[in-house]
């Protein structure tokens, strides 16, 4: 950019600007192009990874759950002294209306006994 600038000769001179850098903005930003390498697909029945002592522990408890709260085996006996007794408000909270058992209910008392597991059962 040139601007002209006057003396007191009446003579004029140019003066050159320095360039403005460009602002952030103006800026395109360069394609970065990046190398894919290909992925094996892998079957879809196959589990992503193994399942952990909670998930074995919650499927096991929530069999015993089902079993009392739902009344399928007559063998299963509530007993107060056991470690999986569950008290007449608990088996309220766990049963909905259709025969159905609470999922959130059932989630809150297989997390509490996990936290009370005995080590080795682990």
């Known amino acids: 950019m ?8 009446s003579s004029t001179t140019s003066v050159t600007e320095p360039p403005r850098p460009m602002s952030s903005k103006s800026k395109s930003k360069l394609p ?19 399942l952990s002592a909670y998930n074995f522990f919650f499927k096991e408890e929530r069999e015993k759950i089902l079993k009392l709260v739902l009344n399928e085996d007559p ?13 007449d408000s608990m088996m309220k909270r766990l049963r909905k209306e259709g025969g159905k058992v609470s ?13 009370n597991i005995d080590p080795e059962r682990l």
């Open 103 to 115: 999922f959130e209910e059932m989630g809150k008392l297989i997390g509490q006994r996990w936290k």
């Open 2 to 9: 040139t601007s002209q600038l006057t003396t007191d000769d």
């Open 32 to 50: 970065v192009t990046s190398l894919k390498r290909p992925t094996r697909k892998k079957p879809k029945d196959k589990p992503k990874r193994p």
């Open 75 to 87: 063998d299963v006996k509530n007993d107060p002294d056991s470690d999986d007794y569950i008290d």
